[in-house]
């Protein structure tokens, strides 16, 4: 087992390298994860010119690091959706995930994509004695128009659960094999799909001009940003926008005990499972353990050790620990993606943000909403996911994100971890304060440090060390870091600001110097 493997990790996706020179087209789309391919497919389908920048390679985002649930039985649940949204709006986010799943089902058929598509029930069952939510959800559920019934007793027999709802045709698949063949159809369509081209800057006018780092741009009638959260947004639309770390491992299970299956609790926070087919043994999967980014357990391995003991607690049957692996999930305050056109800008300047949990169904409506959007249709679901939208049910989780954000800028008051940075172990890391101003230092396994301004360049909050990933990590809007600084999740869009070993080199010989005072 290693650290941050998952089993998707077999497939590699490389492209035609970056953009090598400056481009103009009629729609620019940044993000190369399940909602960029969609909205570039759906678009360069109908003969509309697309060019899709993305930073790293495709689905080196939060799309490769997924469990792969494809659901219409949503998580934040209809019941909570019914009352934020009322039933029209529940009924028609049963209708627009019902439609994604549609869609990739089709797609796979269409281009022949062998990602191990198949369509399997899920069950949703209590946690404790939470019966009550299972009523609550059965009823809401039925009026959303989902297909859904009570079974009682225990399902699964090799997964102790109690009472279910259960959901016909929810699906699974792999999702970088299928990102992968989506886009090579979307290329054929002709879409120019350019990887290791991170944007910059996004200037919003009657032409959009999209500027990435290596000094090129894409002038385009239309941008879509579909990179979860949004990179050209400081601060209004990241108050609704709430970052969580969710944590995922699988357990070898004997060949042929669990057919596959979804399924997933009522706990705060939830958990989730799936069953994956495999040759010699198959694969129980289990995630949940969710927290905001930054904000974790002290102990790295609490999550897992955690989802550890409730997977072997209703699943006895459960073998060795195959893989463990984190993922980021962007959590709209009122429980639904936010897609559409980006408030206060021209009507060309479109987003996909906020997974909510299930982010392959909405990153593949959203491209389906867009595409209608952009070529001037009317869409039933525009209303609903528009990012300009108030919901009066959401006010009090709106208030309890903003005022837990805030409260993270309260580590400026706090000492450095440590004086000096060569008080940092090797494998550690911690935050120094020098002057006004702190340092991110990790001092890694071989006794390199690297060091970097801990001033998220978002907005000034103080990053926080991930010892699970080795990562960097703001508590505020959830922008992630690698040990030298470089942006891993957004909404931060620039790396954190360097510090020399010049810098270290001074900063120890004035601290000896005052401790020799």
Same mark, same amino acid.
């Given at each position: 087992?290693?650290?941050?493997?998952?089993?998707?990790?077999?497939?590699?996706?490389?492209?035609?390298?970056?953009?090598?020179?400056?481009?103009?087209?009629?729609?620019?789309?940044?993000?190369?994860?399940?909602?960029?391919?969609?909205?570039?497919?759906?678009?360069? !389908?109908?003969?509309?010119?697309?060019?899709?920048?993305?930073?790293?390679?495709? =689905?080196?985002?939060?799309?490769?690091?997924?469990?792969?649930? #494809?659901?219409?039985?949503?998580?934040?649940?209809?019941?909570?959706?019914?009352?934020?949204?009322?039933?029209? =709006?529940?009924?028609?986010?049963?209708?627009?995930?019902?439609?994604?799943?549609?869609?990739?089902?089709?797609?796979?058929?269409?281009?022949?994509?062998?990602?191990?598509?198949?369509?399997?029930?899920?069950?949703?069952?209590?946690?404790?004695?939470?019966?009550?939510?299972?009523?609550?959800?059965?009823?809401?559920?039925?009026?959303?128009?989902?297909?859904?019934?009570?079974?009682?007793?225990?399902?699964?027999?090799?997964?102790?659960?109690?009472?279910?709802?259960?959901?016909?045709?929810?699906?699974?698949?792999?999702?970088?094999?299928?990102?992968?063949?989506?886009?090579?159809?979307?290329?054929?369509?002709?879409?120019?799909?350019?990887?290791?081209?991170?944007?910059?800057?996004?200037?919003?006018?009657? #032409?959009?001009?999209?500027?990435?780092?290596?000094? #090129?741009?894409?002038?385009?009638?239309?941008?879509?940003?579909?990179?979860?959260?949004?990179?050209?947004?400081?601060?209004?639309?990241?108050?609704?926008?709430?970052?969580? !770390?969710?944590?995922?491992?699988?357990?070898?299970?004997?060949?042929?005990?669990?057919?596959?299956?979804?399924?997933?609790?009522?706990?705060?926070?939830?958990?989730?499972?799936?069953?994956? /087919?495999?040759?010699?043994?198959?694969?129980?999967?289990?995630?949940?353990?969710?927290?905001?980014?930054?904000?974790?357990?002290?102990?790295?391995?609490?999550?897992? /050790?955690?989802?550890?003991?409730?997977?072997?607690?209703?699943?006895?049957?459960?073998?060795?620990?195959?893989?463990? %692996?984190?993922?980021?999930?962007?959590?709209?305050?009122?429980?639904?993606?936010?897609?559409?056109?980006?408030?206060?800008?021209?009507?060309?300047?479109?987003?996909? /943000?906020?997974?909510?949990?299930?982010?392959?169904?909405?990153?593949?409506?959203?491209?389906?909403?867009?595409?209608?959007?952009?070529?001037?249709?009317?869409?039933? %679901?525009?209303?609903?996911?528009?990012?300009?939208?108030?919901?009066?049910?959401?006010?009090?989780?709106?208030?309890?994100?903003?005022?837990?954000?805030?409260?993270?800028?309260?580590? %400026?008051?706090?000492?450095?971890?440590?004086?000096?940075?060569?008080?940092?172990?090797?494998?550690?890391?911690?935050?120094?304060?020098?002057?006004?101003?702190?340092?991110?230092?990790?001092?890694?396994?071989? =006794?390199?440090?690297? +060091?970097?301004?801990?001033?998220?360049?978002?907005?000034?909050?103080?990053?926080?060390?991930?010892?699970?990933?080795?990562?960097?990590?703001?508590?505020?809007?959830?922008?992630?870091?690698?040990?030298?600084?470089?942006?891993?999740?957004?909404?931060?869009?620039?790396?954190?600001?360097?510090?020399?070993?010049?810098?270290?080199?001074? +900063?120890?010989?004035?601290?000896?110097?005052?401790?020799?005072?």
């Amino acid at each position: 087992m290693t650290d941050q493997q998952t089993p998707w990790d077999d497939i590699a996706i490389h492209f035609d390298g970056s953009m090598n020179r400056s481009l103009s087209t009629e729609v620019c789309v940044v993000g190369g994860g399940i909602a960029g391919l969609t909205t570039a497919y759906a678009l360069a !389908r109908e003969h509309v010119p697309v060019v899709l920048l993305e930073a790293d390679q495709i =689905g080196a985002g939060e799309t490769g690091r997924t469990s792969a649930h #494809l659901a219409n039985a949503l998580d934040d649940r209809f019941h909570r959706l019914e009352r934020l949204h009322g039933r029209d =709006g529940a009924r028609l986010a049963a209708e627009s995930h019902t439609a994604a799943i549609d869609l990739i089902a089709t797609i796979c058929q269409r281009h022949d994509i062998a990602c191990d598509f198949r369509h399997v029930d899920g069950f949703l069952f209590a946690h404790g004695d939470r019966d009550d939510e299972i009523h609550d959800e059965f009823i809401a559920a039925q009026r959303a128009g989902l297909a859904v019934e009570v079974v009682r007793g225990q399902p699964l027999p090799w997964l102790r659960t109690g009472q279910c709802l259960r959901f016909p045709r929810q699906a699974q698949f792999h999702p970088l094999r299928y990102v992968r063949g989506l886009a090579r159809a979307a290329k054929e369509f002709g879409a120019q799909i350019f990887t290791g081209t991170r944007v910059s800057r996004i200037v919003d006018g009657e #032409l959009v001009e999209i500027h990435t780092e290596q000094g #090129l741009q894409v002038i385009a009638k239309h941008v879509v940003v579909a990179t979860n959260v949004p990179i050209h947004d400081r601060v209004r639309l990241q108050t609704s926008l709430e970052a969580y !770390r969710t944590y995922v491992i699988t357990l070898a299970l004997p060949r042929g005990l669990a057919e596959p299956v979804l399924a997933w609790d009522t706990d705060e926070p939830y958990h989730y499972v799936r069953v994956i /087919a495999g040759e010699g043994h198959d694969l129980l999967m289990v995630g949940g353990e969710d927290h905001k980014t930054g904000q974790g357990p002290d102990e790295p391995d609490l999550p897992y /050790a955690r989802l550890e003991a409730w997977a072997r607690e209703r699943a006895s049957a459960c073998g060795a620990v195959v893989h463990r %692996w984190s993922g980021q999930i962007i959590e709209p305050v009122d429980g639904l993606a936010l897609i559409g056109h980006n408030p206060g800008d021209h009507a060309n300047s479109h987003l996909i /943000a906020g997974d909510s949990g299930n982010g392959l169904t909405h990153g593949t409506l959203g491209g389906m909403l867009l595409s209608d959007h952009i070529r001037g249709r009317e869409n039933p %679901w525009t209303r609903l996911y528009q990012p300009s939208r108030f919901r009066l049910g959401a006010v009090g989780e709106f208030t309890r994100h903003n005022v837990n954000a805030l409260g993270q800028y309260g580590d %400026w008051l706090m000492a450095g971890d440590v004086r000096t940075p060569d008080e940092v172990p090797r494998g550690h890391a911690a935050l120094v304060r020098h002057g006004l101003s702190k340092w991110a230092v990790h001092r890694d396994d071989a =006794g390199v440090l690297h +060091a970097c301004s801990a001033v998220c360049p978002h907005l000034g909050g103080l990053v926080r060390w991930n010892a699970s990933e080795r990562t960097w990590d703001c508590p505020c809007h959830g922008s992630r870091f690698t040990v030298d600084g470089q942006v891993i999740n957004g909404p931060a869009n620039t790396a954190l600001t360097p510090i020399t070993a010049e810098q270290l080199d001074e +900063a120890v010989l004035v601290k000896r110097h005052h401790a020799g005072d």
